[in-house]
C-alpha cells in the first residue's frame, strides 16, 4: 500500500512510531520499549534501502515524487523528491538510527521511551529534510528538529547542558531565521510559490542573489559549522549522551551541506560562483586552524568534535570548486563522516561508560585491557586519518582531485590535512589505547561485550566497503551531481 | 598451471598472505599459535612458489600483463581502477618480496617464540606482504598510493608492537607523521597527474607524457615551473619519506624499536625500498626532467655519506645496521638520479638479501645476548654462535662489496654510473658513494669485531647462557646467506645489461650511462678483476685495515680519537640535530599555533567578544530599555515577528 508513497512511509513511520513509543512511556517497560523501538527503525531502514534499489540512476528528474496541497491559502505543498545525493543522506540516517538505539540499550535507564521517541522522531524529520521539495516543508522539518536534539542535550546530558544546549539552539535558531526571511522573499518572487523547482527559475539580480546567498549561508554554515560559527559544536558534543553526538555529528552536521546543495547553489549561482573563493577560504581554515586546535584538546569528545569540523571543511571545499571530483567527494565526505564520527563517538561512549571521564589524560593503556575494542578504535582511527581503503580516504582524495584542477594551493594547504588529521588521531590513541595500564581503573576495564563488538562491527563492515569499492555510492551519484553543476552554470544574470 | 590463467595466479599472489593475515588475526586465539604461524608461512610460500617458479618464468619468456580488477570509482566520467602491470620490473620485485618474507616468516617462529603477541605479530607480517606485493604489481597511481600507505599503516603497527613501550610507541607514531609528510607531496603528485594527463593509470600517462615534456604550471603568479618536473619532485618527496631519504630519513632509525624480524623484512629489505622501486617504474616521467633527476641524486648523495657517518658512532648492533640502510639506501637513490634505474634496482635486490641477513643475524645476538643490544657489551661471540658468526661475515662481505659478493657487483656498478654520468651533481656524488665504501666498510667490520671477535665483555650470567640460535633462526640465515654471495653475478647481466626489465624502464639515449658500462662488459671475471684494480677496492680494505686497528690491535684508540675530535663526534651523536629541530619547530610549534587558536581563537576572540559579547550589548542595552522588559516569552516573540516584519519589509521594498 506504500508502493507509492515509500518516501512518506521513510519519514513518518519513525515519527508515528517514535509518538507510539512515547505514549508507552513508562520505564517499567523498557524493555519493550527498546525492542519496539530497534524494530520501528530497522523497518524503517529496510524501506531506506527499498529507496536504493529502486532508485534510477540514470536521470536527474526527483524521483518518488510525492504532491499534495497543505496550506493552501499560501500554496505550500507536502512536496517530496529525492535525487541520488538525498538518497544516500536518507540511507545513512536510517542506518545511523538504528545503531543509535543499539548503542543506548543499556546506557539510558531513565526516561527510556522519551530517549528512544526523541531519536526516532528526529530520525523522521531527517529523513523529510532530505527528501522535502517545498521550501516550507523543508523549513518546518529543519526547525522541528532543533527541539528533540535540544531536549535530548538538555535533559540526557552532562553537568553544563543547559548551557551548551542553549548555545545550541540560539546559534541555529538565528540562522533559521534569516533563512526564512529569505525564503520569504523568494516565495514573492516566483509568483507565491514555495516549490524548490520553480525557485532554480527565478531571476534574481546579483545583488539579491548575494543576499540571498548569504542569509541562507547563516543557517547552513551554522549547521555544517563553518569557522568561525563553530564555537557551539564542542560544547553541544560534550554534553550530550553518546546517542546524541552520534546523530549530531554523523547527519546533523550534512543538514547544512546539504541546505547549500540544495538552495545556495542552484537559486543564486551566480552569487555561488562569486563568492566560492569566500567558501573555499572559510573551508581552509576550518581544514588547518581547527585541525591545529583538534591536536591540543584534552577531552576526547571535543577532539572528535574539533575533528569533525575540520573533516567538513572538505565538503564545503568540495561543494564549492564546481568539478564533479569536488562535488562528489564532499558528498562521499559526508557519509564516510557519518559513519566515522559516529563510530568514534560511540568508542570514546563505550569508554566513558565504563571510566565515566573523557579526559585523556585519565586513560592509558586501555588496550591491555581491552584489545578487541583497542583494534577496533584503531581502524576507525586510521579511517579518520584518511587510510586507503577506509572511507575516510575517498572523499578527501576526490576533493584533492578536484582541488588540484582549480587551484593547487587549494589542494595543497587541503592535503595539510593529512599530516594534522594522522597527528591529532594517532596522538590521542597512542595516550589512550597505548602504554602501559595507567591506574587501577583503567586495570579492571572489561572488554566489548557481544552487542558492542557487532555495532562496531557492523561500522567497522560499512567504513570498509566504502574505502575499498566506492563504486556503488558514487553510481547514484553522478546524474544528480551533474544536474546541479549545471544549475550553477547557467547563470541568473 | 592447474588449469588457471595467469591472470588468476596473479591475483592470487597477494590474496594468499592476505587470507593467512585475516586468518590469524581474527581467528587467532582459535587456531592458536601454531595453526597461525602455519596459515601464514604458507601463505607466503605459496606466494613465493608462484612468484618465482611461474610468473618469474613466464615473464623471462616474454609474457608481460598489464590489466585491470575491479572499478574502484568514476567521477567526472573518469573511472579509477584497481589492476596489476606484471613485467620484468615487477616480477623480479615479487620474488624479492615473498622470497624474504618467507624467511622472516620462518624465522619468527624462532624469534617471536616466548611472546604473547604471537599471533598477531604473524598476522601483521602477512599483511604486510599483502600491502608490498600490491604495491608493487600495481598498474596505476591510486593502486600504488594504496600500498605505499597500506605498507606504512604496518610499519606503524608493527614499530609499535611493544605497545607498552614508551619509546616504541613514539616511534611508531613518528614514523606515521614523517611519512605522512612525504605522502603529502605523492598525493599532490598524483593530482597533478591527474588534472594534467586525465588518468591514473601507469600506461596511458606514461604513453602521452612526452608531449607535456615542455608544459608549465604557475607555482604563483610570475613564477612558471615546467611541469614533469614539478610531478616528478612531488612524487620523489613521497620516496624520500617512505625510502629515508635526508631530511625525511629520522623515523627509520627509531623504527628499531621494533622486533627484529620486521627490521630485516620492512625496514630494511621491502618497505623501505617502495620509493626506490616507484622512481623506477615512474622512469618515463623521471627521465623528461633532468632538473628532478638533479634533485634526486642530490639528495641521494647526501644520504648515502652523511648516514654513513652517524654509523660510526652507534653501539646498539641494530642501529648500526638501521644506517648503513639509510645510507645503500642513499647509493639506491643515486643510481636513480644518474638514470641508471636498474643498477639502482639491482642494489635494491643484492641489498634486500644481505641486509636482511645482517638484521636478522644481529636479532640471532640479540636472542643469544638476551635481549641485550649494546655493542660494548658483546665480544667474542663467534665461538658461541659459530652459524651466526660465519653468515654475519658474509652479510658484511656483501655489504661493503667485497669482489664476487652479491654487493660488489650492484654497488660498483653504481659507483662506475655515476663516474660516467655528467648530470648537474653528478661530481658532488660520485664523491659520497666513493667516500661511502670507506665508511661503510669501518663501521660493518666495526660490528663484526666489537660483537663477534676480541675479548667477551658481557657479564658471568650472560656469558654462560650463550649459545647458538635455534634453527628455525639458523636456517634463514644460512638461506640467505647463499644469494647474498651468488645473486650478484648471476643477475648482474640479466638486469644491468641485459633485458629483464624491457619496457619497464625507460632511458633517454643522452642519459644511458649504463650502455657506456654495457660497452666494455666482459662478463663477471672481467668485471671483478677490474674491480680489484679500481679505488673503491682499496678504500674498502682501508676501511677494513681501519677498522681492524681500532678495535682489535689497539681498542683504546677510538676513545681517543673520539676526545680529539669532539665536536665531530658529538655532532654524530646528536645525528646532526635533526631531532632536536623538528622536536622544538615542528611539534612543538604546532601544539603551541593550536593552543593559541583555541585559547585565544576560539575562547577569547570568538566566544569571548563575538558570542557572549554580544550577549553582554543585548543585557547593556536591555538595562537601558528594562522598562519594557517584562520576562514573558510573548513579549520577546512578538519583538521577533515585529524584527521579521522589519527585515522582510526592507527586502521586499528596499
Redesign the interface.
Known amino acids: 500500500m506504500f508502493a507509492d508513497n515509500l518516501l512518506s512511509l521513510v519519514i513518518w513511520l519513525p515519527i508515528l512510531g517514535g509518538l507510539a513509543v512515547l505514549a508507552i512511556g513508562d520505564d517499567r517497560r523498557a524493555p519493550v520499549i527498546r525492542i519496539l523501538s530497534l524494530v520501528i527503525s530497522l523497518a524503517t531502514f529496510f524501506a531506506s534501502v527499498l529507496l536504493y534499489t529502486r532508485f534510477d540512476a540514470k536521470t536527474a528528474d526527483m524521483q518518488f515524487v510525492e504532491l499534495s496541497p497543505w496550506i493552501e491559502a499560501f500554496n505550500v505543498n507536502y512536496s517530496l523528491g529525492i535525487d541520488g545525493i538525498s538518497l544516500l543522506l536518507i540511507i545513512l540516517t536510517t542506518f545511523t538510527t538504528v545503531l543509535v538505539i543499539i548503542a543506548s540499550w543499556k546506557v539510558i535507564q531513565k526516561k527510556v521511551a522519551q530517549y528512544m521517541a526523541m531519536f526516532l522522531i528526529m530520525e523522521g524529520l531527517m529523513v523529510g529534510v532530505f527528501s522535502a521539495m517545498d521550501a516550507l516543508l523543508f523549513y518546518v522539518f529543519w526547525e522541528a528538529l532543533l527541539v528533540p536534539m535540544y531536549l535530548i542535550i538538555g535533559i540526557w546530558g552532562g553537568p553544563r547542558r543547559v548551557y551548551a544546549a542553549i ?1 545550541f539552539f540560539l546559534y541555529t535558531f538565528i540562522g533559521s ?1 534569516l533563512m ?3 525564503l ?2 523568494l516565495y ?1 518572487k516566483a509568483g507565491e510559490s514555495f516549490d524548490i523547482q520553480t525557485l532554480y527559475a527565478v531571476k534574481l539580480d546579483l545583488t539579491e542573489q548575494i ?1 540571498i546567498f548569504l542569509a541562507l549561508f547563516a543557517a547552513f554554515a551554522v549547521k555544517i559549522p563553518m569557522w ?1 560559527v563553530h ?1 557551539w559544536l564542542p560544547d553541544a558534543h560534550v554534553e550530550a549522551p553518546t546517542g546524541g553526538s552520534v546523530v549530531l555529528a554523523a547527519i546533523m552536521l550534512k543538514l547544512g551541506a546539504y541546505g547549500f546543495l540544495r538552495f545556495n547553489i542552484p537559486i543564486a549561482p551566480d552569487a555561488s560562483q562569486e563568492l566560492a573563493f569566500f567558501m573555499i577560504v572559510l573551508s581552509l581554515i576550518a581544514v588547518v ?1 581547527i585541525g ?6 584534552e577531552d576526547m569528545k571535543k577532539l572528535i568534535a574539533y575533528s569533525s569540523i575540520s573533516h567538513m571543511g572538505f565538503v564545503t571545499m568540495g561543494l564549492f570548486l564546481f ?3 569536488g562535488m ?2 564532499a558528498i562521499i565526505q559526508m557519509i564516510s563522516h557519518g559513519f566515522i564520527s559516529g563510530a568514534l563517538f560511540i568508542c570514546v561512549g563505550m569508554m566513558y561508560d565504563r571510566m565515566h571521564s573523557r579526559l585523556i589524560k585519565d586513560y592509558g ?1 586501555v ?2 585491557t581491552m584489545p578487541v575494542f583497542a583494534a577496533f578504535m584503531l581502524l576507525f582511527g ?1 579511517a579518520n586519518s584518511g ?3 577506509t572511507s575516510g ?2 572523499g578527501e ?2 576533493v ?2 578536484g ?3 582549480v587551484n ?1 594551493w587549494y ?2 594547504i587541503a ?2 590535512t ?2 594534522f588529521g ?2 591529532y588521531t ?2 590521542m590513541y ?1 595516550r589512550v ?4 595500564v595507567a591506574n587501577d581503573k583503567v586495570k579492571v576495564l572489561t572488554d566489548i561485550n557481544a552487542r558492542e563488538t557487532m555495532l562496531l562491527a557492523t561500522l567497522a563492515i560499512a567504513v570498509l566497503v566504502m574505502g ?4 556503488p ?3 547514484v551519484l ?1 546524474v544528480s551531481v551533474d544536474n546541479i553543476l549545471s544549475l550553477a552554470s547557467v547563470s541568473k544574470l | 598451471m592447474f588449469g588457471l590463467s595467469m591472470k588468476t595466479i596473479y591475483l592470487l599472489v597477494p590474496l594468499f598472505p592476505l587470507g593467512g593475515a585475516l586468518l590469524a588475526g581474527l581467528l587467532g586465539r582459535k587456531i592458536g599459535r601454531s595453526g597461525s604461524h602455519t596459515v601464514t608461512i604458507l601463505g607466503v610460500a605459496v606466494s613465493f612458489a608462484l612468484s618465482a617458479f611461474v610468473i618469474l618464468p613466464d615473464v623471462m619468456s616474454g609474457n608481460t600483463f598489464n590489466g585491470t580488477v ?8 573518469i573511472p579509477i581502477e584497481i589492476g596489476f602491470l606484471i613485467d620484468g620490473l615487477t616480477a623480479t620485485m615479487m620474488v624479492v618480496v615473498t622470497f624474504v618474507s618467507f624467511m622472516v616468516h620462518i624465522y619468527t617462529v624462532g624469534y617471536m617464540r616466548d611472546d604473547p603477541g604471537y599471533q598477531r605479530f604473524f598476522s601483521y607480517i602477512a599483511l604486510f606482504t599483502f600491502s608490498m606485493l600490491m604495491l608493487v604489481m600495481s598498474n596505476n597511481f591510486l593502486q600504488l ?2 600500498g605505499w ?2 605498507v606504512g ?1 604496518v610499519s ?1 603497527l608493527l614499530i ?1 608492537f611493544w ?2 613501550r ?1 619509546s616504541a ?2 616511534a ?2 613518528k614514523a ?2 614523517v611519512n ?2 612525504g ?2 607531496a605523492f ?2 603528485g598524483i ?2 597527474i ?2 594534467t594527463f586525465g588518468t591514473l593509470d601507469y600506461a596511458a600517462v606514461f604513453a602521452i607524457a612526452p608531449q607535456y615534456a615542455s608544459q608549465t ?1 604557475e ?1 604563483v603568479s610570475g613564477v612558471d615551473w615546467n611541469l614533469i618536473t614539478l610531478i616528478s619532485i612531488l612524487l620523489f618527496v613521497g620516496a624520500m619519506g617512505k625510502s629515508a631519504q635526508v631530511p625525511l630519513h629520522v623515523w627509520l632509525p627509531d623504527s628499531m624499536e621494533g622486533p627484529t624480524p620486521i627490521s630485516a623484512l620492512i625496514h630494511a629489505a621491502t618497505m623501505v625500498t617502495a620509493g626506490i622501486f616507484m622512481v623506477a617504474r615512474m622512469s618515463p616521467l623521471f627521465e623528461l626532467s633532468t632538473t628532478a633527476l638533479s634533485v634526486v641524486l642530490i639528495i641521494g648523495a647526501i644520504t648515502a655519506l652523511f648516514m654513513g657517518l652517524i654509523g660510526l658512532v652507534q653501539n646498539d648492533i641494530k642501529r648500526v645496521v638501521a644506517y648503513s640502510t639509510l645510507s645503500q639506501l642513499g647509493y639506491m637513490t643515486v643510481a636513480l638520479g644518474v638514470s641508471a634505474y636498474s643498477a639502482g634496482v639491482f642494489h635494491l635486490m643484492t641489498h634486500a638479501f644481505f641486509k636482511a641477513l645482517l638484521f636478522l643475524g644481529a636479532g640471532s645476538v640479540i636472542i643469544a645476548m638476551h635481549h641485550e643490544q649494546d655493542m660494548r657489551k658483546m665480544g667474542g661471540l663467534k665461538k658461541y654462535m659459530p652459524v651466526t658468526w660465519i653468515t654475519m661475515w658474509i652479510g658484511t662481505l656483501a655489504l661493503i662489496g667485497f669482489p664476487g659478493f652479491a654487493g660488489f657487483f650492484s654497488k660498483d656498478t653504481i659507483i662506475e654510473a655515476v663516474h660516467t654520468s655528467s648530470i648537474f651533481g653528478s661530481g658532488f656524488a660520485y664523491f659520497s658513494v666513493v667516500t661511502g665504501v670507506i665508511i661503510t666498510s669501518f663501521y660493518s667490520f666495526r660490528l663484526l669485531y666489537l660483537t663477534f671477535h676480541g675479548k667477551p665483555r658481557m657479564d658471568e650470567h650472560t656469558r654462560n647462557h650463550l649459545k647458538e640460535s635455534p634453527l628455525v633462526v639458523t636456517v634463514p640465515l644460512v638461506l640467505l646467506a647463499i644469494p647474498s654471495i651468488v645473486i650478484g653475478a648471476l643477475y648482474i647481466e640479466p638486469i644491468v645489461f641485459g633485458d629483464l626489465f624491457g619496457n619497464a624502464i625507460f632511458v633517454l639515449p643522452e642519459h644511458d650511462v649504463l650502455a657506456t658500462l654495457k660497452e666494455s662488459w666482459q662478463g663477471i671475471g672481467q668485471y671483478m678483476a677490474h674491480g680489484v684494480k679500481a679505488l673503491p677496492f682499496y678504500l674498502m680494505l682501508a676501511g677494513w685495515l681501519g677498522a681492524w686497528l681500532c678495535y682489535i690491535k689497539y681498542p683504546h684508540l677510538p676513545g681517543v680519537i673520539s676526545k680529539k675530535f669532539a665536536f665531530i663526534y658529538r655532532l654524530l651523536e646528536n645525528k646532526y640535530y635533526f631531532d632536536h629541530f623538528n622536536n622544538i619547530v615542528f611539534a612543538a610549534g ?2 603551541l ?3 593559541l ?2 585559547r585565544l ?2 575562547e577569547r576572540l ?2 569571548g567578544l ?2 557572549n559579547g554580544s550577549a553582554r550589548v543585548v543585557g547593556w542595552v536591555s538595562s537601558l530599555v528594562r522598562h519594557i522588559q517584562s520576562g514573558y516569552v510573548y513579549h520577546y516573540a512578538f519583538a ?1 515577528i515585529i524584527g ?1 516584519f522589519t ?2 519589509t526592507f ?2 521594498h528596499g
Open positions: 548555545k531565521v526564512l526571511v529569505s520569504i522573499y514573492y543576499f568561525p564555537t586552524y591545529l586546535v583538534a591536536l591540543v584538546q568539478n564533479p571530483q562528489e567527494g593503556g588496550v591491555n586510521m587510510l586507503p581503503a580516504f575517498v582524495f576526490l584533492i582531485l582541488a588540484f584542477q593547487h589542494a595543497a592535503a595539510l593529512l599530516i594522522a597527528a594517532l596522538w597512542k589505547i597505548f602504554g602501559k575499498i569499492w566506492p563504486y555510492f558514487l553510481e553522478h | 575491479y572499478t574502484w570509482g568514476v567521477s567526472g566520467g598510493f594504496f600507505e597500506a599503516l606503524y609499535g605497545y607498552t614508551e610507541i613514539f611508531s607514531l606515521f607523521l605522512r609528510v605522502d603529502l598525493l599532490l593530482a597533478a591527474y588534472k604550471l607555482i604546532a601544539r599555533t593550536g593552543r587558536f583555541w581563537g576560539d570568538i566566544d563575538a558570542v521577533m521579521l527585515l522582510i527586502f521586499l
